[in-house]
Each structure stands twice: as C-alpha cells, then as structure tokens.
DNA sequence: TAGTTAGAGGTATAGACCTC
DNA sequence: GAGGTCTATACCTCTAACTA
C-alpha cells in the first residue's frame, strides 16, 4: 500500500489533484487509517497511472478518461459470474489478448487496438503486460512477416503502435537525478528495438535519465553525447548475429574514446558471444529477473 | 467581433488532526 | 513537537457557448 507521498512522487500529480479525481469523479476509492489518511492499492496505482496516461498523452478530460475506466472495469465484472469475482487467470487472459490485438492491428484498427490495451493496463502491472502481451506480439510479427503472412505495411504499423505504448510510459516515470545516466541505442543497421524499449523501461522505472537514440544508430558523435551528457552506462542491443561484427567495430571505436562508459549489451547477437569473449561479462539476460541482478549489481553499488 | 457568462479542471490556503 | 495530511473552500486559468 502506497500514501498519498508516494502517489505523488510516482506519478508527479499534485495531492489535490488526487483528492479532487477521487471526489468529483469517484474513479478510485483508497482505504484509510484509523485517522483517516488515504492508502492507496497496487490497482489504485495502476488506475491513477492510466487516469494520467489519458489526460496527458491523449487530451482526453479527465471527465471523459474516468468514466472510460469505470465502464472497463464494469464491462470486465461484467464478463465473469458475481459470484466468483476475480481477476481472469492472467496468462489464459494474455494469450486470449495477444490474439485479439494481432487481429485488430493487422487490420489497421488502432481504436480497437487502443480499447483492448487500456483494459489490459486498467487490471495488470504493466510489466506484465509489457512482456506478457506485447513482446510476444512483436516477435509474432517478426516471424508473420518473414513467413510472408503478413506485409510490411502492417508490420510497421503494428510496431509504430507498440513503441508509442512504451513511450507514454517512459515519460510517466520521475527521474532520480541522483542515479547514473544511460545511454541506449542499437547500432547502425540494427532495426529491432523491443528488447531495448524494454530495458530502458525498467531502467526508468528505477528513477535512472535514459537518453533513448532507438534503432540504427550512426557512430557518429555518440562518443561526444556520452562526454556532454555525463553518461554512465551505455546500453546496446543487437538481435541479428549477422551484424554482429558490426556491433563489436561499434562498440570498439566508442570504447576506444571514450573507455569509462560502462557497456550493457542485450540481445540475441551478444547473447551468442563466447565465455571466453572480453565483452562477455557485459551481456545480461532477456529476463526481468536477469535485469533486476544486474541493477542490484551495477547500480546499487554506485 | 468583442464582451460576458458558465463550466471544467487545477491549485492555494486555513485550520484541525494525525503520524512518527 | 515537527512535519505531513485531512477537509472545505476560494480562486485562477482556460474554453466554449451565448449575446449584443
């Protein structure tokens, strides 16, 4: 259980505001001390985070967005016997999700699309949503696509709509200027950037300045943003080992400059490097688990 | 077109109470 | 006891609708 403190410095919204959504709008219902002060739940979290994501990315009224998530959350409730109210069994739920959003996005449906996620937001962590729901649909529509079931077109779309969800996240979370800064990018000719997404979201999510470049990333003057801007870590994800040549000459020549920054290298491509390798004690795993080490590991001690 | 009004939404303040 | 949080209320800004 959160207080009304911690609410504020999650999500950057004022304490009024929390107490003027919850009394005009009646959208969340945090339960109180024996002296009355608020404590607000994991799903209170959740909701106000979305309540923000709506107002502020969207221009939605705050009128508007609160009603929307009150009729989810009706439609959900509505979905299941009362008698045995529960959330869905979550991966049963996931894969029933998956399919419907790949059907939505493939036939060019963002509203659909948008409808399906806000309600999968609305109930889970988005962590769990995030790798349970729209990872596996990136890498679904990796293989569509290479197997010709789908076009380019759509496989474009459908990735511009996943990064745009990761970037209203990205920019939800507060940064701890007292954390290290990162860099994150895939070299040049790496165009696969979910992994990346993924990480600089966790790294966010831990109060860290990620400074996202994205895919295809030119050497040049990387070297120079890492001495301006102070970086600490630098974060590289290649996926394809055919560039993986490549990727080492990349990191090379920015090591070669600027030898201090600390490496963080994700992906398949770096995943398949030797033991024996010297950038081999800078690859982490795909998994959140891998991640958090890592951050306990790198971060923490600093 | 410009002024007025009303509603929506966010913020500030005061005083009382609660927590650590 | 200091600092945090509560409720209630007033005030501010912005926008849209209305009117002269």
Redesign the pocket.
Known sequence: MY???MIVKQLGL????L???ET?YGVIQPVR??????LYSDEDLADLRWLKME?EDKGI???HAAQQLIKNKALQAEALPLSSYKTPEPKAYFIDMQNNLYAHLVDFDAGKSNALVDLGFSMYQFDDMFHEVLVPLMARVGDEWERGTITAVQEHFISHFVQLRFAQFFRLFQVDSTKPKVLALCPSGEQHQVGLLLFSLFLRRKGLDVIYIGADTPLEGISQLILVKDIQFLCLSLTNPKRLKAGLSFIGSIHKEVPEVELVLGGKAFNGLPKGHSLYPYVIGQSMESWEMWYQREVIKT
């Open positions: 207080n009304s403190k004022s304490a009024g505001t107490r003027a959504w005009r001390t024996e002296g009355g002060h608020r107002t009224s705050i009128r």
